[in-house]
C-alpha cells in the first residue's frame, strides 16, 4: 500500500484527473462494447460463418467432381468396351462377306467355265456337222466325177445317209 500512496503522492494534485480518465476510460469501453464490439464481433461470426460454408461447399464440390469423375470414367470404360464389340463385329461381318464373295466367285467362275465347255462342245458338233456336211458334198462331187453322171436325188439322199452313220461310228480324226 506504500507504493499506492508514494504514486499518489507523486503525482499531487492530479489524482482526480487519474480517476476521471479511467471513469471516463470505463465509459467508453462500456459504450464501444454495446455499439461498436458487439458489431464487430456479429460481423466476424458472420464472415467466420461464410468461410465455414465457403469450406463445406468447396468439400461438397470435390465429392461431387469425385463422383463425376468416376462415373465419367465408368462411362468412359463402357464406350470403349461397345466399340471394341463393334469393330469384332466388324471383323467378323467382313470375314463373313469375304467367305461368301470368294464362295460366289467361285460359282461365277465355274459355272464361266461350264458355260464355256458347253460352248466348246456346241462348236464341236457345229463343227463336225459343217464337216460331215462338207465331206458328204465332196463324196457326192467325187462320186459324180466317178460315175460321170448325176444321181437322182432319192439315190443322193440314200448315199449321204449311209456316209454320214459310216462317219458316225468312227471318230473323227483318227
Do not use: C
Amino acid at each position: 500500500m506504500q507504493a499506492l500512496s508514494n504514486f499518489f503522492n507523486a503525482m499531487g494534485g492530479q489524482i482526480q484527473v487519474i480517476i476521471l480518465l479511467v471513469i471516463n476510460f470505463i465509459i467508453l469501453f462500456l459504450v464501444l462494447k454495446k455499439f461498436l464490439f458487439s458489431r464487430i464481433l456479429e460481423h466476424l461470426d458472420n464472415r467466420k460463418k461464410e468461410i465455414e460454408g465457403t469450406f463445406d461447399k468447396i468439400e461438397l464440390d470435390k465429392k461431387e467432381i469425385s463422383r463425376l469423375t468416376d462415373e465419367y470414367q465408368a462411362k468412359l470404360n463402357q464406350i470403349e468396351k461397345e466399340s471394341y464389340q463393334k469393330i469384332q463385329a466388324a471383323i467378323k461381318e467382313g470375314l463373313s462377306a469375304k467367305t461368301g464373295i470368294i464362295s460366289e466367285a467361285h460359282l461365277q467362275s465355274d459355272n464361266i467355265i461350264r458355260k464355256a465347255k458347253d460352248e466348246i462342245d456346241q462348236e464341236k458338233t457345229k463343227a463336225i456337222k459343217e464337216l460331215r456336211n462338207e465331206i458328204a458334198s465332196l463324196a457326192i462331187q467325187a462320186a459324180e466325177k466317178v460315175i460321170d453322171k448325176e444321181l437322182d436325188e432319192k439315190t443322193n439322199t440314200r448315199l449321204v445317209a449311209s456316209f454320214l452313220d459310216e462317219l458316225g461310228q468312227k471318230p473323227l480324226g483318227k
